[in-house]
Structure formats: C-alpha cells, structure tokens
C-alpha cells in the first residue's frame, strides 16, 4: 500500500470517528506523525471524493462527509493508486512459461489482498479500534 | 460513495428480534429465504441439515433462527445461521464452525445477522469453545463484510483446490 493511501486510511479514521467534529490537518499530522503537506494533497484528493468536507476560516478544518458503513478500505486505496498490485505481465505476447506461473502467484495474492480491502469498512475500523483500546485497558487494569 | 441497499431504505423491523433453534415447521421458510438469496431451492438438503444439526447431539451442533417477536411481522423469518463444534480436522483444537447464514434481504442492515451471529458466539462459548471459524467466498462481499464487521479475521489456514484432470 502506498503512502497516500495509508495517510487517506488515517485521516477517514480520525475524522469518521466523530463526524461532528472539525479537525485540522496540523491536528491528523501531529497525531499519526505525518507531513502537514502529504496530508494536505491527500485530504484535497477525499474531498473530491466527497468523502470529507473543508471548512475554511478560524477554527476550520476537515470534517468526515461519507458513509463509514459503506466504504471500504479498497473504495480508498483506488483513489491513490492502482489496486491491481503486481498482477500484471509487461507483455502477454511474448511471456513465458516461468513468467505465466509466477504471473498466477501474484494474482492469487492480489486477489486475497482485494478481498480483504473491499471487505473491511471504515466502520469496522472503528469497531476494531474500540476493542483493541478496551482489550488494552482491561489488561493495564489487571 | 453512496451504495445500493443504505440502512436509510431498508424497511423498519416492526419489533424486536428473537432467536431460537429451528423447528420442522420453519424448513419451508428456511429453504424460500435460501432459495430467494441463492437461486437454487434445495429442500432435500435443508432437510438433511436439520436432521443432523437439529435432532442430535444438540450441545454441539446449533441450527438457530430469528423472527421478529411479534406475530405481525412482514416475514415469518428474518434469517438463520448454522453452525457444529468440530475437533482435530486439519489438527486443529476443537472450535465452533459456522457454515451456513443468511439474513432476509429486506430486513439486511438491522441487527439481524448481528443478533444471529451474537447467540451462536454464545452457544459455542456454552459449549466451551473459545475460537470460531468460517469459510466464505473471496467474491462474496457481503458475507465477508459482516463477517469483518463482527471482529472476525483471517485465521491460520489457507483454503487450497485444484481440478482434477480426466
């Protein structure tokens, strides 16, 4: 996975986790240890996507603007980059044998790295999140 | 991003949901829910299932149904799940499988699945296993969603085929 794509993940979780809330992209930075610049054209891209919504002016900043439920994290990650990974041979024509085989290996992968991407929600991130904190405090808590 | 079949157009449930094990007068609800979902009415097979997961060895095998807890509802069944404790395949620790699961399309989104899912946890918990499994089809986008959604994750086996030439 490309770096935009894994800011883009960040930024939605942030930003899904409490859509009321305005946040600044210094904030999202700060807090996943990301250039304020990256994260900028990133966020520029979820906007056109309608995914997130800007809001100018003092105190604005970036509010979460589509469907947790429905989009996946593939529905992101194909925003930034081409998700068919390195399913792909340079020239069918004249390949052969040894590259057809290994050809087939990186769409089995492919196509397990697909399935999983397009199967998880940006809410069940946040679900996923949420026990990962509550398993942590039960386990600080003895 | 906005996708086909949003909470927001799904019809209300009229009341809550109830669930409990299958019973031979829900077979025929069991097999139009399976056939409406999947295309292929299989009576002979539903048949088979409910006389080995409801009939014997009842600690271990759960063939569970929800309904709405009212006599008005709109469908006699919202969905069903299935699901057996089994032990040392593929050298594995006793665990609980879910291998059947299917929620009424009109009523998806609506805690049907959620609330089918939650009693056969509970059930295999009763039963003292701690770890569940299922298998579902790469393309099967819904079943793994929910799945996800329920905190399941990719386990330590890998599904493995091949055809078998004449």
Redesign the interface.
């Known amino acids: 996975m490309q770096t935009s794509s894994r800011l883009a993940i960040y930024a939605l979780i942030e930003l899904a986790a409490n859509p009321e809330r305005q946040v600044s992209v210094s904030e999202i930075g700060e807090k996943y240890r990301i250039s304020s610049h990256h994260l900028a054209k990133v966020m520029h891209t979820l906007g056109r996507a309608g995914l997130v919504r800007s809001i100018r002016g003092v105190g604005g900043g970036y509010s979460f603007s589509g469907n947790a439920k429905r989009t996946t994290l593939l529905d992101v990650i194909e925003l930034f980059e081409d998700a068919t990974g390195d399913c792909k041979l340079a020239d069918p024509s004249k390949a052969n044998d040894a590259e057809w085989v290994l050809f087939d290996v990186m769409c089995e992968i492919d196509d397990i790295a697909r399935a999983t991407f397009g199967a998880i929600t940006l809410a069940t991130m946040l679900k996923q999140i949420g026990r990962r904190t509550k398993q942590a405090r039960e386990r600080a808590s003895g | 991003?906005?996708?086909k079949g949003?909470?927001m157009n799904q019809p209300e449930l009229a009341s809550t949901i109830a669930i409990r094990r299958v019973t031979q007068g829900d077979l025929g609800d069991v097999v139009a829910l399976d056939k409406r979902v999947t295309g292929n009415a299989k009576p002979d097979y539903w048949q088979d299932i409910f006389e080995r997961y409801a009939t014997r060895r009842l600690d271990q095998r759960f063939f569970l149904v929800a309904e709405a807890d009212t006599g008005a509802a709109q469908f006699p069944l919202l969905g069903y799940i299935v699901g057996e404790v089994r032990g040392w395949e593929f050298g594995s620790e006793p665990c609980g499988w879910i291998f059947a699961f299917s929620v009424e399309p009109d009523t998806r989104?609506q805690g049907v699945g959620e609330h089918l899912f939650q009693a056969m946890s509970a059930a295999f918990k009763t039963a003292g296993i701690g770890t569940m499994r299922t298998m579902v089809a790469?393309?099967n986008?819904l079943h793994?969603?929910f799945f996800?959604?329920e905190?399941m994750v990719?386990g330590p086996y890998i599904q493995l085929e091949m055809e078998i030439d004449d």
């Open positions: 991003m906005q996708k949003d909470q989104q790469r393309q986008q793994m969603a996800r959604s905190g990719a």
